[in-house]
């Protein structure tokens, strides 16, 4: 089984609400800061948010106030919460697992989110 792997992208209409979620397996879990990235069609992959072990939490100023993320250890899944989404929101959306001490570093597969009327 793949690492890091993504569900709940899907078309949406403006305004409206999605939560992506990111299963983790393979690694321990408590010992990687965990992110969302996203990737529109001809730009670059950019950061959404991010979570560290401890809960502290970054976000793009893009999507503050209406994104969430959060982790839940005991079950090694990691959401991103995402409310009054605009067009502009419209990507795929990726999981990052990035090891705290050390070197390693994971990629989900992505999911599409389309935000449109």
């Known amino acids: 089984q793949a690492p890091l792997v993504e569900s709940g992208g899907g078309l949406v209409q403006p305004g409206g609400s999605l939560r992506l979620s990111c299963a983790a397996s393979g690694f321990t879990f408590s010992s990687y800061a965990m992110s969302w990235y996203r990737q529109a069609p001809g730009k670059e992959r950019e950061l959404v948010a991010d979570?560290?072990?401890?809960?502290?939490?970054n976000y793009a100023d893009s999507v503050k106030g209406r994104f969430t993320i959060s982790r839940v250890s005991a079950e090694n899944m990691v959401y991103l919460q995402m409310n009054s989404l605009k067009p502009e929101d419209t990507a795929v959306y990726f999981c990052?697992?990035?090891?705290?001490?050390?070197?390693?570093?994971?990629w989900g597969q992505g999911t599409q989110v389309t935000v449109s009327s």
């Open positions: 990052n697992a990035r090891e705290i001490w050390g070197p390693r570093e994971y």
């Open positions: 979570i560290t072990s401890r809960g502290s939490t």
